[in-house]
């Protein structure tokens, strides 16, 4: 008998237990969501513990530590919906003015499938485990786990060979940092840069069902010939030559078995880490690790898509015509799906090899000029272009013309873009600060008023840091001049920035081809010649600015003498114009003020009914209209004030 009333009691217990912990969560969540402002998990746990700790505290002293009294629970809700927003409106104050602003949204976890997250957060952790491992052996770490005869090597070669063990999205990072010689060591870039091409294959025993699976049957039957060894093995994919049924001579490219989860896990990783940079670091706001990660991650995981990369290819084709200087293949769109793409086979080699480079003779300089011709006509007249023009995949065909492959990553540029292209490229050639700033300003985003003098001033000193020698810019100031752009909380579209990752890369394969070239100053003599099909003719420059500006010039002499009749009669108005940021800043001034008006008048005069003698006409037993009336205000109060503290916090200006 006495071991059942204890279960039924343990049992009760722990039912009372429960309920209390799924109130708790639930009271926590409203109160959190009146604040107005979302938070993480750890946040808000953090909050609900210091919020319902003190309401039982307070509830308990207000019924004499009666456990049992019938007014417990309501009294612990009351306090504790106001407790647990003054507690995550103090972590918020507590923190590092000007952190919550920008870093607010980048760490929230949301977890719709709970299970799901926490796999997935333990695939991150072992894949972090995965890459120590491989850094110790590689010798970056503690031990070197028996490998000395490696620690011999290199740094760029020793960090290569890491990169292409880890795979996916390591050897794409690889490739980018290949592309920053001012941030990353000349020797270990030019180590780096061989992750274009010879990355370590996957054997034909892994890769031949994937191609039967894409094809719906078996390699023969599409194809006449096949040869299994890889031309060339990339992050993504593999390239292999074949022969179709018809007799013309493919390059097949074959996406690797399971890339794609082996990618998503490691784009979590790095994921956590970038928004952790931009959360707790004063590099990371300024960069925005976590939106530079996330336009990363978007881009890569286009790439995974070879129709996208089929049509881009068909698409450039068509534009450039059959008369181009710049070969790209033919696309057999029939054969290609999300994972499998077979394009035309082009006889030659790629820029990357430089001793055939060195022992065809062909004449360097005017296939560097042919190269940068087509990019400049991508550009600027056609407003698509080749993302990652890097040596790989660049071809010097048989016949001493040029091919372009791969074209996985591309850009569009609409025609204001392009126009402020031509301003950018003309200011840092003539060093006119106020037409690249007159350029940059015709696209850009700006986040806040900037003085044309000090933005002048910071591009005036960029252009002194990346002057060579001869005179000439250095093209990576394309790429620090986003970097500088951001300082002052001016943002470029997108494709201009990938446009200025991808003048750097070609900025790199035209040396190779030909290392005499200047890329900015070969732009711009291409883009003023006169000859045939000039990309920028001065003179029609002028005559369009001309042309465009007649109407206006027309109506000058009118708009003039209206201007001054009015003015004579008195009647000349001046209209402010004002932007949509100054109206929400105005807006939410006003809302926010009159928030904590009406908080605390609703704080008053509840304070004032509490603390009447009179309670009021009766509503139950001992409990009168006024004690109700001011319990409820003094709640509605407490929450209209701390959500306007809460907002301030955010604000990053306390």
């Known amino acids: 008998m006495t071991a059942a009333l204890v279960a039924t009691s343990f049992g009760g217990f722990l039912l009372r237990v429960v309920l209390a912990v799924t109130l708790a969560a639930v009271i926590t969540v409203i109160s959190l969501r009146l604040l107005g402002v979302r938070r993480g998990w750890t946040k808000a746990l953090v909050a609900g513990l210091l919020g319902w700790g003190t309401a039982w505290l307070l509830a308990l002293s207000l019924v004499h530590w009666d456990w049992g009294s019938d007014g417990l629970a309501l009294h612990v809700i009351a306090i504790g919906i106001p407790a647990t927003m003054a507690a995550a409106v103090t972590l918020d104050l507590m923190a590092r003015p000007g952190t919550l602003s920008t870093g607010e949204r980048s760490g929230l976890f949301t977890t719709p499938r709970p299970f799901r997250a926490v796999r997935r957060r333990i695939d991150v952790l072992l894949r972090y485990r995965e ?19 490696q620690l011999d090597a290199p740094t760029g070669v020793r960090l290569r060979h890491l990169l292409e063990e880890a795979g996916g999205v390591s050897v794409k990072l690889g490739q980018i940092a290949a592309t920053r010689v001012d941030l990353v060591p000349p020797d270990i870039a030019a180590e780096l840069a061989l992750l274009q091409n010879q990355v370590r294959a996957e054997p034909t025993e892994r890769m031949r069902p994937v191609i039967e699976t894409e094809l719906g049957g078996p390699v023969e039957e599409a194809f006449a010939a096949f040869e ?56 990371g706001q300024s960069v925005r690790s976590g939106e530079v990660l996330t336009q990363f991650a978007r881009s890569l995981r286009a790439e995974l898509d070879f129709r996208r990369e089929a049509e881009a290819t068909s698409e450039m084709r068509a534009l450039l015509g059959p008369d181009t200087e710049v070969r790209v293949p033919q696309v057999y769109s029939e054969l290609c799906t999300r994972r499998l793409m077979v394009i035309e086979e082009l006889e030659g080699f790629t820029a990357a090899d430089s001793a055939r480079l060195a022992e065809s003779g062909i004449d360097r300089q005017l296939l560097a000029e042919r190269l940068l011709h087509s990019m400049l006509d991508q550009v600027l007249r056609i407003g698509v272009f080749h993302a990652d023009p890097h040596p790989g995949n660049v071809f010097i065909l048989s016949d001493g013309s040029l091919g372009l492959i791969d074209f996985g990553a591309v850009g569009r540029l609409d025609p204001i873009q392009q126009r402020a292209v031509i301003d950018i490229m003309l200011a840092l050639v003539q060093r006119d600060v106020s037409l690249l700033r007159e350029g940059i300003e015709q696209v850009a985003e700006m986040a806040e008023t900037v003085a044309p003098e000090r933005l002048e001033r910071a591009f005036a000193r960029l252009m002194a840091e990346h002057m060579r020698a001869t005179g000439a810019v250095d093209p990576s100031i394309l790429q620090d001049l986003v970097a500088t752009l951001s300082e002052f909380g001016i943002r470029l ?50 005559k369009a600015e001309l042309a465009s500006m007649l109407p206006h010039l027309r109506r000058l002499p009118d708009r003039v003498d209206r201007m001054l009749m009015l003015a004579g009669r008195g009647d000349l108005r001046i209209r402010t114009i004002v932007d949509e940021d100054s109206r929400r800043i105005v807006r939410t001034l006003v809302n926010r003020s009159l928030l ?21 006409p009766p509503v139950a037993s001992r409990v009168g209209l006024f004690e109700v009336l001011g319990y409820g205000g003094l709640l509605a109060g407490s929450v209209l004030c701390l959500r306007v503290v809460a907002g301030v916090a955010r604000d990053g200006t306390v």
């Not at 920035?497 to 750097?504: G, H, K, T």
């Not at 200047?518 to 732009?523: N, P, Q, R, T, W």
């Not at 008053?604 to 509490?610: G, K």
């Open 131 to 149: 890459l120590l491992r491989l850094a110790r052996r590689e010798g970056f770490g503690p031990a070197s786990a028996g490998r000395a005869q």
């Open 228 to 283: 299994w060894e890889p031309l060339a093995a990339a992050s993504i994919g593999q390239t292999y030559r074949a022969r179709l049924r018809s007799g013309e001579a493919v390059v097949v490219k074959v996406q690797r078995p399971d890339i794609e989860e082996i990618m998503e896990r490691d784009l979590a990783a790095l994921g956590l880490v970038a928004n952790l940079v931009q959360r707790r670091t004063a590099f």
């Open 493 to 542: 579209p997108g494709d201009l920035v990938i446009l200025s990752r991808a003048l750097v890369t070609l900025d790199g394969t035209l040396r190779i081809i030909s290392p005499r070239i200047s890329l900015v100053e070969a732009a711009t003599a291409q883009m003023a010649k006169s000859d045939e099909a000039p990309i920028l003719d001065r003179d029609e420059m002028v």
């Open 596 to 616: 904590a008006i009406v908080g605390a008048v609703f704080l008053v005069v509840s304070a004032i009914m509490l603390v009447a003698t009179d309670n009021g």
